[in-house]
């Protein structure tokens, strides 16, 4: 069964840092383009990264962009998401989710329609 579980989210202070992971099973990350996602009260859910199934290319949404980076660690199936120099606006609950790529494709997407599986959730909040 495929499955997706996010962990790590906490109450941070401005400025301060996070380390998200996003936890895989039923699946390898080897032919999954994984991407990590936000939403906040009111708001429409939005893409914050994505690394490739292939050859790992990244991509950041311009709000994080220099303040965030995306990794994974295929032994554990594991993908991280490393949050620096935390504002008030990156409060939200953040998703991983998890996009076939039978190609492996050098590149990715954060057209959220794409993503076949998802995970829960982990609450953010960047608040002194």
């Known amino acids: 069964q495929v499955q997706l579980v996010e962990s790590g989210g906490a109450l941070v202070q401005p400025g301060g840092s996070l380390r998200l992971s996003c936890a895989a099973s039923g699946f390898s990350l080897e032919s999954y383009d994984i991407g990590w996602f936000r939403q906040a009260p009111g708001k429409e859910r939005e893409g914050v990264s994505y690394i490739s199934s292939n050859v790992g290319t990244t991509y950041y949404a311009d709000s994080v962009k220099g303040r965030f980076t995306i990794s994974r660690h295929n032994a554990k199936n594991t993908v991280y998401l490393q949050m620096n120099s935390l504002k008030p606006e990156d409060t939200a609950v953040y998703y991983c989710?998890?996009?076939?790529?039978?190609?492996?494709?050098?590149?990715?997407?954060?057209?959220?329609?794409?993503?076949?599986?998802w995970g829960q959730g982990t609450q953010v909040t960047v608040s002194s």
């Open positions: 989710a998890a996009r076939w790529d039978p190609y492996y494709s050098n590149y990715g997407t954060l057209a959220i329609g794409e993503y076949e599986y």
